[in-house]
């Protein structure tokens, strides 16, 4: 059973259903590979071995029962699934990635975990985050570097690389991640995977560690668009403990038969071809379209003209609502604390040394945009840049069906290569804020690799609710292509 941790999604649902073998088996596989891998790669916070092997021991026994009885089953029955360490798991700890949140473990599940678990799900642990997942790399975890498993001397994206990293590696078949500036499409890209960033409100936020409010989305590290569409058929829909999810029933994703693209609108933005851009980036995603150009689709060239504002107005909003959010945690009622006869003393102490460099950074330039005197100058501006943003993405979408761009400006780059340098950071999210602020949906998928073997990545966008559309152009696109079925093999055989 050693090659149980390469199945994807759907292959290890089809076994666990058939009993060729059983969620023990494979839930074991994936924890044997995490004793083995997880000290290199350093992907797991935490792993629940115990509850993981006591879900799937009470899996199988439904599954032996329903080959009797044909009785209707869960959909996620027995399959093993990694959760982002900023989305609470009861019982579970939950640190966000920082020393502020030592010894914090909530007592009640995000909704989208608790829809995991009610369809039949087997958690097994906690990935790495960047600090509250403010950072591209993974680098800012106060738990220590992710490393990619394409190349162990390099990030795997950020701030879902530990989530992107336990996939690529055959630690887990699937994991959940957030997006709030790029942070599931960036190191899906990185990483060599299919990644989807939901449209804001279309999956609850409720259990999710905020960091920026009008931003936040949970999303999808998956090894395929098909494997992505069986989570969200589970995860998406109304939470009444969320006031911004949709209240109408999310449809269900259908991605089992060939699908097409023929007639399909595709746009292509000139300002995501700039300077800049790794040649190698850019000649994969042009190759990719072509692709779907052969498919039947039609592309031509769109323009979305504040494109280039998106990093300033990002990292003014996100930090803002950073500041608020951040301000809970004071050492008084959970996590960490640092012992001060001074009440005010207490609190700057407990903060100083919970809250790492980069957190520290966000919450000093968030707090000045929304201080008296300077809101309306940064904060009211941006919100005002960010609307010229939308409004351009449904202009385009008056156009075109679905726009076709880069993921990332470069392939994975080299740990401590950025982090002298913020700007060089924040601009490895260039590609991926505009549609972050729009509130649209996002999908990356592997497209080849570069001259030094590491993944290179498309990245699709659409209209407001529009997955189940990126989902199935993202199929068509794997049924023509094979890089998604392509893993690291120096890991692999390992």
């Avoid at 980069?358 to 100058?377: F, N, W």
Wanted: proline share 5%.
């Amino acid at each position: 059973m050693s090659e149980l941790h390469s199945l994807n999604v759907a292959s290890a649902l089809k076994g666990l259903r058939s009993g060729a073998f059983s969620s023990r088996e494979l839930t074991a596989a994936y924890l044997q590979r995490i004793e083995q891998l997880n000290p290199r790669l350093n992907v797991f916070l935490y792993v629940a071995a115990d509850s993981a092997l006591k879900a799937a021991t009470a899996a199988d026994k439904k599954l032996s029962k329903s080959r009797k009885t044909k009785a209707k089953l869960p959909p996620l029955l027995g399959l093993p699934i990694a959760i982002k360490d900023v989305l609470t798991v009861a019982g579970i700890p939950a640190t966000a990635g920082s020393r502020i949140l030592e010894g914090f473990v909530p007592s009640y599940n995000a909704t989208s975990v608790q829809r995991l678990l009610d369809a039949g799900a087997v958690i097994l642990g906690k990935t790495n985050t960047d600090e509250f997942a403010m950072g591209s790399s993974t680098e800012n975890s106060a738990y220590g570097v992710v490393r990619n498993p394409w190349d162990e001397e390099r990030v795997p994206g950020g701030s879902s690389g530990g989530s992107a990293a336990a996939v690529a590696a055959g630690l887990a078949p699937v994991a959940l991640g957030t997006d709030t500036g790029g942070s599931v499409r960036q190191p899906a890209a990185l990483c060599g995977l299919t990644g989807l960033k939901t449209t804001y409100g279309r999956v609850s936020r409720y259990g999710l560690i905020a960091f920026g409010s009008s931003l936040d989305t949970v999303g999808i590290l998956a090894r395929s668009a098909q494997d992505a569409a069986i989570l969200l058929n589970v995860m998406a829909g109304y939470d009444p403990l969320d006031a911004t999810t949709l209240e109408s029933k999310a449809p269900k994703v259908k991605l089992d038969g060939k699908a097409t693209v023929k007639g399909l609108k595709i746009g292509v933005p000139k300002e995501y071809f700039i300077e800049g851009v790794q040649a190698e980036v850019a000649k994969g995603v042009r190759e990719a379209i072509a692709h779907l150009e052969g498919l039947g689709a039609q592309v031509r060239e769109i323009s979305l003209p504040h494109t280039e504002y998106a990093l300033p107005v990002y990292y003014i909003i996100a930090p803002a609502e950073a500041s608020a959010n951040l301000a809970r945690f004071d050492g008084v009622r959970y996590g960490l604390r640092v012992e001060d006869q001074n009440l005010i003393d207490m609190f700057s102490r407990t903060r100083g040394q919970g809250f790492g460099p980069e957190v520290k950074r966000r919450l000093m330039i968030g707090t000045y945009a929304l201080s008296a005197g300077y809101y309306d100058a940064y904060y009211g501006q941006a919100q005002k840049v960010r609307t010229l943003i939308r409004r351009d993405f449904e202009q385009a979408f008056e156009q075109v069906d679905l726009i076709a761009a880069p993921a990332t400006p470069s392939t994975a780059f080299r740990i401590g290569a950025h982090t002298g340098n913020p700007l060089e950071m924040y601009l490895e999210d260039v590609f991926t804020l505009p549609a972050s602020l729009a509130g649209v949906p996002g999908l990356s998928l592997p497209a080849g690799f570069d001259h030094q073997g590491l993944p290179l990545s498309l990245q699709l966008l659409g209209p407001h609710f529009s997955e189940e559309r990126l989902l199935q152009v993202g199929h068509a696109y794997q049924q023509i292509t094979d890089w998604h079925t392509m893993l690291p093999m120096d890991l692999l055989k390992a």
